[in-house]
């Protein structure tokens, strides 16, 4: 009985299985057996052994640029973006007529593909004619280079990604609806105020959806591309050559197959050290919730 | 007995007679399976019976999309069964797109390449070579001019047909309502890079840049360009030895870092569109901020249909007047040919459509209807070109001046270090000189790299 159960359950998530199989886990082998070839995609791979990684951690300039973009947006973006998530969730979280609604404008621009949104904005921050420099204009600022220029493209490409704030504002609104009013009600018999109650109640009941958040913002932060690729294709002078865009480049420009696979390869060591290293270190301070 | 057999011989022999002269007769008139087709001295064979399926990879968007419907439509009419896919991408991605499909192994059966990438494709025995269906049809490599033919051969060996020259892509193109409000003198042409250099403090004074000068070429940077126009080379001919540290190279990029500095301090000040990679499109000139650009023959069918409200002047690329050897000649490492993947289905269909679109008169409409210079000769002779193209003189002044580089298959890596090589002096990064002496040194262990493989072959 318990192993026909068994069987069902496999027949049940074998399609799930299959699609992990053909779209996850073998592009991964691929990708790893691929590092340690040349492959210049229209000919079959050459071991090569250890070169490509060689030439990435020796010869190879670009490739610690384009990480050090990459840890630049990520430290910057992730706080930003969840800050701006929690505070929108915050908000919402009210019983007020029409909140639907306004949960619903703010979730629209996260159905935006990230390309049609790029190809707005570089359109809105054109110097000339674009109308992020008419409207600083009108409060007396002088015109920038939004796009051209190496200090604010980085800074630019982070705003325009916090459009897409609705994920994790959803996420926080679960959260902030599964905190029991109980919690609340003691706290504010105890004298606690709004930000204590905040500080002491909601912030620690939601340290689940937040380790959640953050782990899946660092993940998709470090796999920015779309943005430079369509605005800036990696400049002005490399300042916004992230490490995705950097991948793509030698897979599908110069057609090195192999060498965009070995960094694709530390790309996913990095991410996983990352993730790892965030899980451990959140145990003490994530609560979860004991019923 | 005897006689019945000899009427059953008699009406098989007959039978085979009448059959035989029935399929000799058309073999006759047609030559080896196909239809003679006469077109102002270019004999050639077509076969209309053909089947199959046409996947036309190419990059030929906005105003061009109607120019290949009417090829499609004209096609499709004479050959009756086979059909005629339209695959359009833009053109910094397509071949990213075909090499995909190629590796994917369902490649389309005709790709529009750069003739610049034929040897990374050629090499990698990918394409297949044209020269005994050329024989065959008697498509003969003299209607052609004879460099756009050869750079669509690799080894010895054709891979494709040109439909576009590689002359005429850098031109001069400027705007006569701002030279006017610059206070150049009416008609006097600009030249010189000398001229450009008298037209920065007069158009600093009216609110204006004169031009990017980093936007000179689709694909390659602009240095290349200056490079060739300043009389110096990228490299020998025999892909052996980088020479774009040479003194006119050198010479190129410090005046094209002293330009840029002169205009607006630093590059991101007057850069016209985000992308350096790419040339200036018609709406970002038609802004009216910059007094020139730089762009190909194919940008005043742009500009007709996106900005017919600019006037606007054609010069030839300028020339370095501090340097005897600078004659403005520009280079390019090619244009666009049409090829068919080796492993790509309805070749047969693949080959008619090719003939169709770079070989008969449709070639030539194609390109008038740009007002593009086209790679057969026949095609640029009509009179009509020069009465609707006033800057005609500057298209075919170019083409007869403009510098062939032979590629190798390293091309694309190539090309990114160049890019690299730009980025280096025109940020300041490093000075000119070392920046060049700098990615010579990477270009030589690539051409060398590929030159030791070459010869262990």
């Known amino acids: 009985m318990a192993r026909r159960e068994m069987l069902w359950g496999y027949a049940f998530i074998a399609p799930w299985l299959v699609g992990l199989l053909a779209f996850t886990a073998g592009p991964l082998v691929a990708v790893f057996y691929w590092s340690f070839t040349d492959y210049p995609m229209l000919s079959a791979p050459t071991w090569v052994g250890l070169d490509n990684y060689r030439r990435i951690f020796t010869d190879d300039d670009k490739f610690l640029l384009s990480l050090v973009n990459t840890a630049w947006y990520v430290g910057v973006r992730v706080p930003l973006h969840l800050g701006l998530a929690f505070v929108f969730a915050l908000l919402l979280h009210r019983g007020l007529r029409g909140i639907g609604l306004l949960r619903t404008a703010i979730y629209l621009p996260s159905m935006l593909p990230i390309v049609a949104l790029a190809v707005v904005w570089r359109i809105l921050l ?154 451990k270190v959140a145990r003490p301070w994530v609560q979860y919730e004991r019923v | 007995m005897r006689h019945r057999r000899s009427v059953k011989t008699f009406v098989l022999v007959a039978t085979l007679a009448v059959a035989s002269s029935v399929v000799a007769a058309p073999a006759a008139a047609q030559g080896s399976r196909g239809v003679v087709i006469k077109e102002a001295g270019r004999d050639y064979l077509a076969h209309p019976d053909v089947k199959g399926t046409v996947q036309f990879s190419n990059c030929w968007g906005g105003a061009r999309i109607p120019l290949v419907q009417q090829w499609i439509k004209d096609f499709t009419a004479v050959y009756r069964n086979v059909k005629v896919e339209n695959d ?94 610059v206070g150049w003198p009416a008609g006097k042409p600009i030249q010189t ?128 007047a501090a340097r005897a050897e600078s004659k403005g000649h520009t280079a390019s490492t090619g244009a666009w040919m049409f090829a068919i993947p080796k492993t790509a289905k309805d070749q047969d269909a693949a080959w008619e459509w090719i003939k169709f ?67 280096a002096f025109l940020f300041e990064r490093m000075s000119p000189k070392e920046a060049l002496d700098t990615f010579a040194k990477r270009g030589q262990a690539l051409l060398d790299e590929w030159n030791a493989k070459r010869k262990t072959r």
């Open chain 1, 126 to 279: 054109d110097p000339r004619i674009g109308y992020v420099n008419y409207f600083t204009g009108l409060i007396g600022l002088p015109p920038v280079n939004w796009l051209t220029s190496e200090v604010w493209i980085k800074p630019v490409i982070v705003g325009i990604s916090l459009w897409h704030v609705g994920v994790p504002m959803v996420v926080f609104l679960a959260g902030l609806g599964s905190i029991p009013d109980q919690l609340y009600e003691a706290a504010s018999i105890d004298g606690a105020g709004r930000w204590r109650q905040l500080l002491h109640v909601t912030i620690p009941m939601l340290t689940p959806a937040i380790l959640y958040n953050v782990i899946i913002d660092v993940i998709n932060s470090f796999q920015v591309f779309a943005y430079a690729f369509v605005m800036t294709n990696g400049g002005p002078n490399d300042a916004s050559l992230f490490y995705v865009l950097y991948i793509y480049r030698h897979a599908f420009e110069l057609f090195q197959m192999g060498y965009a696979s070995a960094l694709s390869a530390i790309l996913f060591v990095i991410i996983l050290i990352f993730t790892v290293v965030l899980l």
């Open chain 2, 88 to 181: 359009v991408s833009d053109c910094p991605s397509l071949d990213k797109k075909q090499v995909t499909a190629m590796a994917a192994g369902s490649p389309p059966n005709v790709m529009m390449v750069k003739s610049g990438n034929l040897a990374f494709f050629a090499e990698q025995n990918t394409l297949l070579p044209v020269d005994d269906l050329m024989q065959r049809d008697r498509v003969k490599a003299d209607w052609f001019y004879p460099g756009e033919f050869r750079s669509r051969t690799w080894q010895g060996k054709t891979y494709g047909l040109p439909n576009v020259t590689a002359g005429a892509q850098h031109m001069l193109f400027v705007n006569t309502n701002l030279l006017e409000r």
């Open chain 2, 193 to 320: 890079w000398q001229d450009l250099e008298a037209l920065v403090e007069p158009a600093k004074k009216q609110g204006l840049f004169v031009m990017d000068p980093v936007k000179s070429s689709a694909g390659i940077p602009s240095h290349f360009v200056l490079t060739y126009a300043n009389g110096g080379r990228y490299w020998t001919d025999d892909l052996t030895r980088i020479t774009w540290n040479e003194p006119a190279g050198v010479e190129a990029a410090e005046w094209l870092l002293k330009f840029v500095k002169a205009q607006g301090g630093k590059y991101e000040n007057l850069a016209l569109g985000s992308n350096r990679k790419e040339l200036a499109y018609p709406e970002e000139w038609a802004a009216e901020k910059h007094v020139a650009t730089f762009n190909g023959s194919w940008f005043p069918f742009m500009m007709k249909s996106k900005a017919p409200q600019i006037r606007y002047a054609v010069y030839p690329f300028p020339r370095n």
């Open chain 2, 357 to 423: 679109i770079a070989a008969s008169q449709h070639a030539c409409s194609f390109v008038k209807a740009q007002n593009r210079p086209s790679p057969m000769a026949q095609c640029n002779e009509d009179p009509e070109l020069t009465k609707t193209n006033a800057f005609w003189p500057v298209v075919t002044r170019d083409l007869s001046t403009n510098v062939a580089v032979p590629t190798a298959p390293v091309h694309p890596r190539m090309v990114q270090l160049w890019y690299e090589m730009e980025d």
